[in-house]
Nanobody, 121 residues
Framework: HVQLVESGGGSVEAGGSLRLSCTAS????????MGWFRQGPGLRREGVAF???????TYSDSVKGRFTISKDNAMNTLYLQMNSLKPEDTAMYYC????????????????WGQGTQVTVS
């Protein structure tokens, strides 16, 4: 069973930056992909950034060019660097992991963190 713990959320002004972290523990297979999802008030949970097991990153159009996903394998930690933040980026951000090939739909992810709140004003 994999445990994911996010941190790094907070409140910033528009144009500011935040870096989210997600530390994974437990058994993690070799073929995994990880992603950052977010859920704004009254909205569905959407994927914003994904990292495949081969290091390939994929971004939603809404964050492309502003957000960067990365991973420190030695620390088992996933990051999301968020720059040029906008009020519409306000949401609870979740880290997720799945064993197997990359998928963008949240229903394919069995392992989730508790979420960290990002508020942009």
């Amino acid at each position: 069973h994999v445990q994911l713990v996010e941190s790094g959320g907070g409140s910033v002004e528009a144009g500011g930056s935040l870096r989210l972290s997600c530390t994974a523990s437990g058994y993690i297979g070799k073929t995994v992909c990880m992603g950052w999802f977010r859920q704004g008030p009254g909205l569905r949970r959407e994927g914003v950034a994904f990292l495949d097991s081969d290091g390939t990153s994929t971004y939603s159009d809404s964050v492309k060019g502003r957000f960067t996903i990365s991973k420190d394998n030695a620390m088992n930690t996933l990051y999301l660097q968020m720059n040029s933040l906008k009020p519409e980026d306000t949401a609870m951000y979740y880290c997720a992991l799945r064993e197997g090939p990359l998928r963008f739909n949240r229903y394919y992810y069995a392992n989730w963190g508790q979420g960290t709140q990002v508020t942009v004003s």
